[in-house]
């Protein structure tokens, strides 16, 4: 990493650390070169994607409500790497691909469906659905429900 990506780094792993609760005895400098001595080799925007990820505790392996271990980060910035790289091979396997068809793009397998047409307002998504009979002014739940015994 450059020196100013090394700040970014510094930044994101403060803003991670300030996340999760320490113990009053840690030495927040000592962690901090600890942390950038076991990511320096990664690029700052896996080591940011990674840091997002525990904030929001999206990693599996790690407890959710502590910090990660230095280890527990290098191997989620190295499963970024993995994704971004694997997301960029895909990104040019399919730029580098022949037209289909007489120059149409590619499409993936599975088919769209649109019950509407594009630029349609939530207003006319709702006049639809009314329509269709899937919401109605008693508040059923779906289309083709009973109201309530009892009421007409």
């Given at each position: 990493?450059?020196?100013?990506?090394l700040q970014?780094?510094?930044?994101?792993?403060?803003?991670?650390?300030?996340?999760?609760?320490?113990?009053?005895?840690?030495?927040?400098?000592m962690q901090?070169?600890?942390?950038?001595?076991?990511?320096?080799?990664?690029?700052?925007?896996?080591?940011?994607?990674?840091?997002?990820?525990?904030?929001?505790?999206e990693v599996?392996?790690?407890?959710?409500?502590?910090?990660?271990?230095?280890?527990?980060?290098?191997?989620?910035?190295?499963?970024?790497?993995?994704?971004?790289?694997?997301?960029?091979?895909?990104?040019?396997?399919?730029?580098?691909?022949?037209?289909?068809?007489?120059?149409?793009?590619?499409?993936?397998?599975?088919?769209?469906?649109?019950?509407?047409?594009?630029?349609?307002?939530?207003?006319?998504?709702?006049?639809?659905?009314?329509?269709?009979?899937?919401?109605?002014?008693?508040?059923?739940?779906?289309?083709?429900?009973?109201?309530?015994?009892?009421?007409?």
């Amino acid at each position: 990493m450059t020196t100013a990506e090394l700040q970014q780094a510094t930044k994101a792993l403060a803003a991670m650390f300030s996340c999760f609760p320490q113990s009053a005895l840690t030495d927040v400098e000592m962690q901090l070169r600890g942390y950038l001595g076991a990511v320096s080799d990664a690029e700052l925007a896996d080591l940011q994607a990674a840091i997002q990820r525990f904030v929001r505790g999206e990693v599996r392996s790690g407890n959710a409500q502590f910090c990660p271990s230095s280890a527990q980060l290098c191997i989620e910035v190295r499963e970024r790497r993995v994704m971004r790289e694997l997301l960029a091979r895909r990104g040019a396997s399919i730029a580098s691909s022949p037209p289909l068809h007489g120059g149409e793009e590619p499409r993936s397998c599975k088919a769209i469906t649109r019950t509407q047409p594009r630029g349609a307002t939530h207003a006319q998504e709702n006049q639809s659905r009314q329509a269709a009979g899937t919401e109605t002014a008693e508040g059923r739940g779906r289309a083709g429900a009973h109201p309530p015994r009892g009421r007409p």
